[in-house]
């Protein structure tokens, strides 16, 4: 081989070595001020606003069933990171991410009280029988999840879809948090790392998430931001537009259910079913971030006026 041949094959390779590099430094996702700055564009400017927001007398109502007032500055995201799906669904460990509060009875509460809002979470087994769970509501009324955990953490439905082959499995443990965080900096910055690191301990290879409230739609499409930067695939479910399309989760399926019981009407299993199955089979098929809406409200309502329900 000629001089220049080698001169040129080095310098192909060194090509190849630095694109490397910076593509693996760019993956690093849960780690460092650009991570963060890309799950919240212009970070600095959305500090601005909340503070001003806060100035101006911060959270919307009396009663932690209020939610934040229509002046709350929500988070505007031009784009959105993408992971695609390395697994069809019959094949993959699904997590399940739910901001409804839910927490062991017996054990500690999460703080309503708490102006930013509260940045624990907890990791609570997939088995635990629903009245073993409390839910510390803020921003939603909680009265459908306590007639019927599975309208925000679908727990029952994710078994039987592991049981029919819809899913490969329900991760062993979810996730719980209390979605109702004004800080958006906070919970980015404080939060989502502990929370990314410990659903990647679990080699998940996808994840579902499930706001409670109109705030919860903006701290879940956070997280499944981060997710995605950490290369887990995520759906997140939605009842309001506005939100989604402002934050930009990676993957958001939209339809005309209600706060409060988002993953499906309390009491009504098929109603749960048809969410949650028509959701989780758009994670494979999606190539690029989007919101999606799904068909299951129109087909609820006719059976509605039929009076089949």
Known sequence: MSCNANCCLRTAVAKLEARQTKSLRNRKSDRGELRQLEIIDNIEAWRERYSAWQRDGGDGGAGESADVSRSYPFVQNKRAPFAPARRALPMLNLALISSAGAYIDGT?????????????????????????????????DPAAVESDSNSLLPLARLLEFESNGIIGQLNPVFWSC???IPNATRLVE????????????????????????????????????????ADIPTMTLAVDKDV?????????????????????????????????DEALRLIEPMDQP????????????????????
Not at 206 to 221: F, N
Not at 290 to 309: F, P, Y
């Open 108 to 140: 500690a509460a999460f703080d309503l009280s708490a102006t930013d809002g509260d940045f624990t979470f907890r990791e609570i087994p997939s088995q635990i029988e629903a009245e073993d769970l409390r839910f510390a509501a803020r921003g939603y």
């Open 178 to 180: 209390c979605g109702f």
């Open 190 to 229: 404080e939060m989502v790392p502990r929370l990314v690191e410990r659903v990647k301990r679990s080699e998940v290879q996808a994840a579902l998430l499930i706001p409670a409230s109109r705030l919860c739609h903006q701290s879940v499409s956070l997280i499944a931001r981060a997710l995605e930067f």
């Open 244 to 276: 989604v399309a402002s934050v930009r989760p990676p993957r958001a399926a939209l339809y005309a259910g209600k706060l409060g019981s988002v993953a499906g009407l309390p009491n009504w299993p098929e109603h749960q079913r048809r969410v949650l």
């Open 290 to 309: 989007g919101i999606q809406n799904l068909g299951v409200a129109l087909e609820s309502q006719v059976e509605v006026a039929r009076g089949e329900r």
